[in-house]
């Protein structure tokens, strides 16, 4: 037996975007479906912590879902970030004060903020959620049909693909992505040490980058990144050289111990060509995976999910969504990502006489010009396009 329900969106994925995504348009009063492979109500629950950076305007915009209220203690701010780059004579110290902001951003759990977007989603009786369930395919007629794996067939204008990077919805619309492999591995430890309260430091140097993110006042994530020929070096007998590691940190982080690694992965990350077909429409990692060097890949998709409201808002509500337009805007913003990144990885993670020369004229340009630090504190905080009075508000 089938049955046949119609919605405004189906969202397929119910990870951190997915979820935010149904969350958000249920709440513009658009019928929203959730399908999710897993079972929505088991997150991982561990004594690990798995951070996740997220930028200011990240934040200004979870206040804004109602979704920041109910993360209670569960963040941690940071006021003040420090890039390094070589040489200790090349650094430059970012700070919130600067810009009169209480915080750069916050560090969360990544899996206590998808626990408590789930949360919602579960109390919020207008989204209908099949959990365990999966689209096994699609017919397009005048609207979309869509047969899922629990037997049903459903009936919606619109179709929201983030089911990750293994996307199997993107594989059978055809999209392909820009696979680049860094030849590098990521590796996150949390660990105790001594350091400034509230700040995090993100360092480059011959070997790869380095990040140290407090998330209390004892803990620290010291975030790995390393230049696969650089591996030998740092692990022996699968034993981290922490000799080596304090040496790295040294002047920022001391007296490290505990180290407890929580996440290891080969670093290829991929950019779909195409984010829209018809009514179908990706979002979060389904269309990028980014390199951890900007922290990004959430925030990234946050602002796309408010240019999908803003947009959805201006739109006739009896017919489907031109995602074209929408497409648009969105690549745009994911244009500039990708080339900071590019920008980022060529310039500093290169131990090239030109890149190292670069990299210390930018240093220094962004010491000594306050206008100039100023505008690229904005960009990394996702502020820059956004009135500084507005967001000032907004704390
Ligand atoms: C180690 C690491 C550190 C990161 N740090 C940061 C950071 O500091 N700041 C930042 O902004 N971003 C960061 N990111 C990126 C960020 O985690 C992602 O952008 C974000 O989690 C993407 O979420 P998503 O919902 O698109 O995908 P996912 O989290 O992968 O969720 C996909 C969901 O779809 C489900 N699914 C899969 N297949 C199907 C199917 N066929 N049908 C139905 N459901 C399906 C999965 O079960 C899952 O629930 C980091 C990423 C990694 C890997």
């Known amino acids: 037996m089938t049955n046949i329900n119609q919605y405004d969106f189906v969202i397929s994925g119910g990870g951190l975007v997915g979820c935010t995504t149904a969350l958000e348009l249920s709440k513009k009063g658009f019928k929203c479906c959730l399908i999710e492979k897993n079972n929505i109500r088991e997150t991982i629950k561990t004594n690990e912590f798995h951070p996740l950076s997220l930028n200011y305007r990240s934040i200004v915009l979870l206040k804004q879902f109602g979704i920041w209220e109910n993360m209670t203690d569960a963040f941690y701010p940071i006021t003040d970030l420090t890039i390094k780059s070589y040489n200790s004579l090349n650094r430059v110290t970012f700070s919130a004060e600067e810009i009169s902001l209480n915080y750069l951003g916050c560090v969360v759990d990544r899996y206590k903020l998808l626990h408590t977007i789930r949360s919602l989603i579960l109390k919020n009786e207008s989204i209908i959620i099949y959990d365990e369930s999966e689209i096994n395919n699609i017919e397009e007629k005048n609207n979309l ?171 006739n509500r009896e017919i489907s969504v031109n995602f074209k337009n929408l497409a648009n805007s969105i690549n745009k913003d994911r244009l500039s990502v990708f080339n900071n990144i590019d920008f980022a990885t060529k310039i500093f993670i290169n131990d090239k006489i030109p890149s190292k020369i670069t990299s210390l004229i930018m240093i220094t340009l962004l010491k000594t010009s306050s206008d100039l630090k100023n505008m690229f504190l904005k960009k990394i905080l996702g502020i820059d396009k956004y009135s500084y009075l507005q967001i000032k508000g907004d704390t």
């Open 145 to 315: 049909e869509l047969h899922i794996s629990n037997n049903k067939h459903i009936h919606t204008k619109h179709l929201i693909v983030s089911d990750g990077i293994n996307s199997k919805l993107k594989e059978s619309m055809s999209i392909k992505s820009k696979m680049i492999d860094y030849s590098q591995v990521s590796f996150i430890y949390n660990c105790q040490a001594t350091f400034e309260n509230n700040h995090a430091l993100q360092l480059f140097n011959r070997y790869g980058v380095f990040a140290a993110i407090p998330y209390n006042k004892k803990s620290i994530n010291l975030i790995m990144t390393i230049k696969k020929e650089y591996l030998k070096k740092f692990f022996q007998n699968d034993a981290i050289d922490l000799l080596l590691i304090k040496s790295i940190f040294n002047g920022f982080v001391s007296n490290i111990h505990s180290l407890n690694l929580i996440s290891k992965y080969d670093l290829v990350t991929s950019r779909a060509n195409e984010i829209y077909k018809n009514n179908i429409l990706l979002l979060g990692n389904s269309s990028q995976l980014l390199h951890p060097v900007g922290a990004q890949g959430y925030n990234l998709s946050l602002r796309n999910l408010e240019s999908l409201l803003n947009y959805c808002g201006t739109q």
